[in-house]
């Protein structure tokens, strides 16, 4: 026990491996948008600009970044992330530094991270479906979007930040003690819609 801030072992973990997943998965995220609109205003800047993460036509950043999916709002998407992910990054060292965020703050954040769940599973459907290119540093927010909306999810089921009825209790504690499955099959979700929507490029690479 860690009588100084009253957590068991367990908390402890629970509370650190969260707070990793905000802090690392909010640094990579920044860093792909970072990148992405760096490439998006240089390009606009020249047109003859040669985009770092396009590598071949199945894998080609500057393809996305030309049509309509990739400025949803009005804007270029990457500007999202430049404003979000830096909060994540916050979010995490508070995390790691056992500052206890209010229930409305830790339910809104959590409220984000599914805003940007869902967010990305549109772009992931579009991307596979509608546009048949993926970009490198995209895949890289997806990445991270995932476990960043799991871990927080599953950190404010186990606080009580997220109420839960006596009926369901127990199913959501046997989901909390296996939530590494969740996880998983999120990831595997992500995997199997793109490798069997861009089957025929995938095996030229075996």
């Not at 992405?36 to 199945?58: G, M, Q």
Request: charged letters at 10%; a negative charge.
């Amino acid at each position: 026990m860690d009588e100084a801030f009253g957590e068991n072992e367990t908390e402890v973990r629970g509370r650190v491996a969260t707070g990793l997943v905000l802090l690392l998965g909010g640094l990579v995220g920044l860093a792909a948008a970072f990148d992405l609109t760096y490439e998006r205003i240089a390009s606009l800047l020249d047109p003859d600009h040669v985009i770092s993460c396009d590598f071949n036509p199945v894998l080609s950043c500057g393809t996305v970044m030309s049509t309509w999916q990739a400025s949803v709002f009005g804007f270029a998407n990457p500007i999202i992330g430049l404003v979000c992910f830096p909060l994540v990054v916050f979010t995490g060292v508070l995390t790691l530094g056992r500052v206890a965020l209010p229930r409305w703050i830790a339910l809104a954040f959590n409220l984000g991270t599914l805003a940007g769940l869902v967010f990305v599973s549109w772009l992931i459907f579009q991307s596979v479906y509608m546009i048949g290119v993926l970009c490198p540093w995209c895949m890289a927010v997806w990445s991270v979007v995932i476990p960043i909306f799991w871990a927080t999810t599953v950190r404010n089921l186990r606080t009580g930040a997220i109420p839960v009825g006596e009926d369901w209790k127990g199913a959501v504690d046997d989901v909390l003690r296996f939530h590494w499955i969740g996880l998983a099959l999120l990831y595997l979700a992500v995997i199997l819609i793109v490798g069997t929507g861009f089957w025929d490029y995938w095996s030229t690479l075996l």
